[in-house]
């Protein structure tokens, strides 16, 4: 089976690291699946969004990602976001809770939604 090496990292720190068969992402273009051998591009992550990684050992690994970046080349893909939380980390009852809250800004509905998408695309 044909594998890149995947980087998912946030400022503050390195969430995971190791081999993948396959990464999706939401961007401003829309939704992007990157296979190995895949054509090198760089694409801008929404607000908001999810990243998820089929690794090579079968786990399939789901983060909430707020801005930044992705980097593709043939053999590997590396996420740069502003910042991320993968979706075993995520409090969902505090997620709809700022989703429900009225009072709530733009920005926190915005990292909220990201979440429960998250959360929704582990559970699926």
Known sequence: MAEMSVDLVAVERRLWSGTASFVSAQTTEGEIGIMPNHEPLLGQLVDGGTVSI????????IAAVHGGF?????????????????AADIDEAAARAVLADSEAGDAAKLVAQGR????EKAKA
């Open 70 to 86: 992705f980097s593709v080349t043939a053999t590997s893909v590396r996420v740069l976001a502003e910042s991320a939380e993968l």
């Open 116 to 119: 429960v998408r998250a959360l």
């Open 54 to 61: 089929h690794s090579t050992d079968g786990e399939k690994i």
